[in-house]
Nanobody, 126 residues
């Protein structure tokens, strides 16, 4: 009932930039949080960035220490879209990046469920 579709990603040289975008669609009532995780080969999936709703009483944005100062995230609540701008990319940023959404839809309202995108490959290499 809910789909998260990512775009962006690809191959970039060290020091370059990429922008990822993700849109949630379906019978959505509310998306309380949206963001990004990544998983490198042989490693566990880790949080990159997460945002709660801008109209929450206390909206929050969490950014992993390893990407602070290089990555920024933005979210458009009305369109259920979240972006990840990645600058000054390093080889260690190479991973599959997954969009994440905490979504309440018509079948589960008011209880949210967790949804994942299909993942998009980001490769940083010269």
């Amino acid at each position: 009932q809910v789909q998260l579709v990512e775009s962006g990603g690809g191959l970039v040289q060290p020091g370059g930039s990429l922008r990822l975008s993700c849109t949630a669609s379906g019978s959505i009532v509310s998306v309380s949080a949206m963001g990004w995780y990544r998983q490198a080969p042989g490693k566990e999936r880790e949080l990159v960035a997460m945002m709660t709703r801008a109209d929450d009483a206390n909206p929050t944005t969490d950014i992993a220490e390893s990407v602070k100062g290089r990555f920024t995230t933005s979210r458009d609540t009305p369109t259920n879209t979240v972006d990840l701008q990645m600058n000054s990319l390093k080889p260690e940023d190479t991973a599959v990046y997954y969009c994440f959404g905490k979504v309440a839809h018509r079948g589960t309202w008011p209880s949210p469920e967790h949804y994942w995108g299909q993942g998009t490959q980001v490769t940083v290499s010269s």
